[in-house]
């Protein structure tokens, strides 16, 4: 089955400063890797995500980066602000009978104002 | 008007009693799933339900029993409560695509149910 690894696990940065989150799959059947963020004692929520025709995708101060041949992927944050603290975790996805869905161990990100 | 309701939000009970979690969906998503979440944060799939048949059932004890009475719902049945029960539960769902490459669509997940052990 797809196993995904994340990296880091905690990633402390000065506001302003960005943060890159990488995440690596084993299964080429994967085709959509979406990211989530989790605040503190909330749900995980997509805020970005990529499909495997497509190698970089941006939307304002985040953007993911796909490496089909390598298979790994990576969270860009720039600009970052108190507001980005918090648990995201990158997932790797394979269409079946229904969709299946693999994440990575989570990266927990304080910024420091 | 939320799109992943749980319910309850909140759970205390005693070691070695049964509870339930209920989950619904107003998305019209094919795939329901059920995530334990520890205190390390990790999101460990459980179940995972397609137009209520069972797709993934991953290494849970048998005191765990999803119950899928439509595509809308998909509930969970806890029997024997242990106290490394405790943690946080997630449901989410999922729309299948259609066609061929890029049609995944992303999970939306409920608010969680916390389960405290006594």
């Known amino acids: 089955g797809e196993n995904v690894e994340q990296h880091p696990s905690t990633l402390s940065v000065q506001e302003g400063d960005s943060a890159v989150i990488k995440c690596t799959y084993s299964?080429?059947?994967?085709?959509?890797f979406p990211w989530y963020k989790q605040e503190l004692g909330k749900r995980p929520q997509l805020i970005i995500d990529?499909?495997?025709?497509?190698g970089e995708k941006k939307d304002q101060r985040i953007a993911v980066t796909l490496n089909k041949t390598a298979k790994h992927f990576s969270l860009h944050i720039t600009e970052t602000q108190p507001e980005d603290s918090a648990v995201y975790f990158c997932?790797?996805?394979?269409?079946?009978?229904?969709?299946?869905?693999?994440f990575g161990t989570g990266t927990s990100l304080t910024v420091i104002p | 008007d939320t799109a992943v309701s749980q319910t309850p939000k909140y759970l205390v009970t005693q070691m070695g009693n049964d509870k339930s979690i209920k989950c619904e969906q107003n998305?019209?998503?094919?795939?329901m799933y059920w995530y334990k979440q520890d205190s390390k944060k990790f999101l460990k799939i459980m179940f995972s339900?397609?137009?209520?048949?069972?797709?993934i059932n991953e290494t849970v004890p048998n005191r765990f029993s999803p119950k899928s009475p439509d595509k809308a719902h998909l509930n969970l049945h806890i029997n024997s409560l242990e106290l490394g029960d405790s943690a946080v539960y997630f449901c989410?769902?999922?729309?299948?695509?259609?066609?061929?490459?890029?049609?995944?669509?992303?999970?939306?997940f409920g608010d969680g149910t916390r389960l405290s052990i006594l």
């Open positions: 998305l019209g998503h094919d795939t």
């Open positions: 299964d080429s059947a994967s085709n959509y």
């Open positions: 339900y397609n137009n209520k048949e069972l797709i």
């Open positions: 997932a790797a996805s394979i269409r079946t009978t229904g969709n299946q869905f693999y």
């Open positions: 990529i499909r495997s025709n497509v």
């Open positions: 989410a769902s999922s729309q299948v695509g259609t066609g061929n490459l890029g049609s995944n669509q992303p999970q939306h």
